[in-house]
C-alpha cells in the first residue's frame, strides 16, 4: 500500500477507472500473497506463524485448510473487484461503498455462525433440528445449525442499517433489508464447509448492483410494486431453501444426539 500511494499521489495518475482497479489488486496481491507463510516448511520453524495458523486450522479441515481459504478468498476478491469496477465505470462512487454490506456479513456473520452453532446450536429455535453441508473436494458432511445461521442474518441487518445513508433512497433500504440477510443466510447454507465466501458476496453484491437499477424517485404505486416483490422473492426463496436443506438433503430431521459420524460446525 505504501508503494502504491506514490503511484497514487503522482501527477500523471489520475483518479479513474484504471486507478481504481491496479490501486484495489496491487492490495489483493499483498494479502493473497501474505498466505505464503503458512506453508509448512515455514509455519513449523516460526512459533508466531503457526500460532497465527493455529486460528485458522481445523482438525476436521486438514489437509485441506489453506487451499480453501486462499481459494475461496481469491474468488471472493474477484468478485468484489467486478462489483467496484463497475460501479466506478458507471459512476456510481457512493454505491461503491454498498459492497461493505456483503463483505461484513462474511466476516463477521459468517465468522459468529460457528461458536454461536457450537455453544447453543439446537437450543434455540430449532429444538435439535440441524443440517448438513458438504465441503469442497471432500466426502466429509458437515452439520449446521440455524442458530448460527441466524447470526449470519442478524449481520445483514445490522450492516444494512450501519450503512443505510448510502443508498439512494428510504424504500432502497428496505427493499435490500427484505432480501439480502435472507437471501445471504440462505447462501451460506448451501455454501460448501469452509468455502462460503464466493456465495455470501456473489448474492450480497449481486442483489445490491441489481438495486442499483430501482429507479431513485417512484411513486407510491411503483414503491408498493418494489416492495411487494422483493418480500414475494425473500417468501420463494426461504420456502425452497427449508424444503431443501430440510426435507430433501436430511431426509429426517438432525438432533443433537445424532452424531451419525458427521463433523459438527
Not at 53 to 65: A, C, G, I, V
Request: aromatic content about 16%; hydrophobic content about 50%; some cysteine.
Amino acid at each position: 500500500p505504501l508503494v502504491m500511494r506514490l503511484f497514487v499521489s503522482a501527477k500523471g495518475f489520475q483518479k479513474n477507472l484504471a486507478e481504481s482497479v491496479v490501486v484495489e489488486w496491487w492490495g489483493y496481491w499483498w494479502t493473497m500473497l501474505s498466505f505464503a507463510v503458512f506453508i509448512y516448511p515455514i509455519r513449523t520453524r516460526v512459533w508466531v506463524i503457526d500460532r497465527c495458523f493455529s486460528s485458522l486450522d481445523r482438525p476436521e479441515d486438514r489437509p485441506m485448510t489453506i487451499f480453501w481459504i486462499t481459494t475461496q478468498i481469491f474468488l471472493g476478491y474477484i468478485i468484489m473487484s467486478c462489483y467496484t469496477t463497475y460501479m466506478t465505470w458507471s459512476n456510481q462512487i457512493t454505491a461503491r461503498a454498498l459492497i461493505f454490506i456483503p463483505v461484513i456479513i462474511t466476516g463477521i456473520g459468517d465468522g459468529f455462525a460457528e461458536p454461536v452453532g457450537r455453544s447453543i446450536g439446537g437450543k434455540v429455535f430449532s429444538q435439535g433440528l440441524k443440517y448438513r453441508s458438504a465441503a469442497l473436494g471432500s466426502t466429509n458432511l458437515y452439520t449446521r445449525s440455524f442458530e448460527g445461521s441466524f447470526a449470519v442474518w442478524i449481520s445483514g441487518v445490522i450492516a444494512i442499517f450501519a450503512m443505510w445513508d448510502v443508498f439512494f433512497s428510504w424504500y432502497h433500504v428496505v427493499a435490500a433489508l427484505l432480501l439480502v440477510p435472507g437471501v445471504s443466510t440462505i447462501a451460506e447454507a448451501y455454501s460448501p464447509h469452509t468455502w462460503d465466501t464466493p456465495f455470501l458476496l456473489s448474492t450480497g453484491a449481486g442483489i445490491l448492483w441489481a438495486q442499483t437499477f430501482i429507479p431513485e424517485h417512484l411513486g407510491s404505486m411503483g414503491i408498493t410494486i418494489v416492495l411487494v416483490g422483493h418480500a414475494l422473492l425473500m417468501t420463494l426463496v426461504t420456502w425452497m431453501g427449508w424444503r431443501y436443506l430440510v426435507l430433501e438433503r436430511n431426509g429426517i430431521a438432525l438432533t443433537q444426539g445424532d452424531k451419525d459420524g458427521l463433523m459438527h460446525v
